[in-house]
């Protein structure tokens, strides 16, 4: 039981705080602190994912959904990336 309480313990932040982005990301882009709401929720799962795969050894199945869960709260940092790098691009830059 204590083992269940405690990958929940990590698995409810990590899935609440991806959300979390992925509203911000969605609903909250013309607040004054978007950019802030957004690193700092990035942060946070960027940490409790790390947090997750120590605890789980880097089995398949976690490590699965810890990507997943990545790709999709933090989707906001790769759509920026993939951005700069098409503004890379020579004659493509706004």
């Known amino acids: 039981m204590l083992i269940i309480k405690k990958k929940l313990s990590l698995w409810i932040p990590f899935t609440i705080t991806s959300l979390l982005t992925l509203y911000v990301y969605s609903y909250l882009w ?8 957004l690193i700092s929720l990035g942060a946070v799962s960027l ?3 790390g947090r997750i795969i120590k605890y789980e050894r880097l089995q398949r199945l976690p490590l699965t ?14 759509e920026l990336v993939f951005a700069k790098l098409i503004w890379t691009i020579k004659g493509f830059a706004p």
Do not use: P, R, S
């Open 47 to 49: 940490l409790l994912a």
């Open 65 to 78: 959904l810890v990507i997943i869960g990545l790709i999709i709260g933090q989707w906001w940092f790769f």
């Open 30 to 37: 013309n607040t004054g602190l978007y950019w802030l709401l």
